[in-house]
């Protein structure tokens, strides 16, 4: 799909919305641990680019944040 030509294409990133859930398998799986999926998603990303105001929840910085129910369970489909 991401082949064919502008506008005909769809928009975003192939594997951005299975990114997280992907991550806390690993998390739930003993992979990896959950602070290494915040550094790998949110404080990394902040550092590398050095994006103001992102990467940790604390004061001065936006309250960007993902809530999930880590006992769900469904699986990644076409």
Same mark, same amino acid.
């Given at each position: ?26 998390? !739930?799986? =003993? ?5 290494? %999926?915040? *550094? +790998? ?6 550092r ?9 929840? !604390?004061? =001065? ?5 993902? %809530?999930? *129910? +880590? ?8």
């Amino acid at each position: 799909e991401k082949a064919r030509p502008y506008p005909d294409s769809p928009s975003g990133m192939p594997g951005v919305q299975t990114l997280l859930p992907l991550m806390l398998n690993h998390v !739930a799986e =003993g992979r990896t641990t959950l602070q290494r %999926v915040i *550094d +790998l998603t949110s404080a990394g990303p902040q550092r590398i680019f050095g994006i103001a105001g992102k990467g940790r929840i !604390a004061v =001065g910085y936006d309250a960007d944040f993902t %809530v999930v *129910d +880590l006992k769900a369970r469904w699986t990644v489909e076409e």
